[in-house]
Every structure is written in C-alpha cells, then in structure tokens.
C-alpha cells in the first residue's frame, strides 16, 4: 500500500510538472498597446518562449532596451517568424501589451518590417493584435 502511495505521489509531480513551469501572462497589460520604433539587438528563438530585444527611445528620448515575450518556437514559426527573420541592427516597429509595473519589456503582439511585410502573434494562449 506504501508503495502505491509512493508511485501515485511521483507520477503525480510528473505529469503536473509541465503545469506548474508554465506561467501566466498577468504582468502584461492586455488592456494597452504600445509601439516600439527600433533597432533588433538580439532575437533568441528559444522554448518555451522566444525573445526579441529591441533598442529604442523611450517617451522621455532615452535610449531603452526593450525584451519582448514572445510565444513558443513553434507557435510563431507557424507566423513565419524563423531564426534568420530579423538580426541585430534591423529596424523593426514591434506591437506590444507592455509590462504593468512601467519596465521596458512587453508581450509580443505583431511586428513590422521596413520592406513593408509584417507578422502576428503566434500562440493561441496570448491574445493577438488589438484592432
């Protein structure tokens, strides 16, 4: 009986592991969008998230580096978004729900391009862009 107890309790922080690692997206102000006009410094293509960094002015005219939540690897490749989709130095103007407490950060909505092509979120548990 022990052992049973035992097996059930394991297999029970196995499977509700992925669960708990996963968060929540509450930091993000859904109800706000901002508009970062900038320069790519780093594009992470990660799980479970990847990350776009972006430099750009803030509101008072300061330099601010910008990190973008974005979804999964999967998620945002079925969007078009690949390794080689931006590099550092490309200009880019990203759409974003940004972080509640004022940091430079945000939640990836859509972005667009110079050349005139642009792309939208890519995981179903984010909201995509406010219209």
Same mark, same amino acid.
């Given at each position: 009986?022990?052992?049973?107890?035992?097996?059930?309790?394991?297999?029970?922080?196995?499977?509700?592991?992925?669960?708990?690692?996963? !968060?929540?997206?509450?930091?993000?102000?859904?109800?706000?969008?901002?508009?970062?006009?900038?320069?790519?410094?780093?594009? *992470?293509?990660?799980?479970? !998230?990847?990350?776009?960094?972006?430099?750009?002015? *803030?509101?008072?005219?300061?330099?601010?580096?910008?990190?973008?939540?974005?979804?999964?690897?999967?998620?945002?490749?079925?969007?078009?978004?690949?390794?080689?989709?931006?590099?550092?130095? *490309?200009?880019?103007?990203?759409?974003?729900?940004?972080?509640?407490?004022?940091?430079?950060?945000?939640?990836?909505?859509?972005?667009?391009?110079?050349?005139?092509?642009?792309?939208?979120?890519? *995981?179903?548990?984010?909201?995509?862009?406010?219209?």
């Amino acid at each position: 009986m022990k052992n049973k107890a035992a097996v059930a309790a394991v297999l029970g922080f196995v499977v509700a592991g992925p669960a708990l690692a996963h !968060h929540s997206f509450s930091m993000f102000d859904t109800g706000k969008t901002l508009f970062i006009d900038g320069t790519v410094k780093e594009f *992470d293509l990660i799980n479970p !998230h990847a990350w776009l960094y972006v430099v750009a002015k *803030d509101a008072e005219g300061k330099t601010a580096e910008w990190g973008i939540e974005m979804g999964g690897v999967g998620a945002i490749a079925r969007t078009g978004w690949r390794a080689d989709t931006v590099k550092p130095g *490309d200009k880019i103007v990203v759409e974003i729900h940004p972080l509640k407490d004022g940091s430079y950060g945000g939640q990836y909505v859509k972005a667009k391009f110079p050349d005139g092509r642009s792309l939208e979120g890519g *995981d179903p548990g984010l909201p995509g862009p406010l219209r």
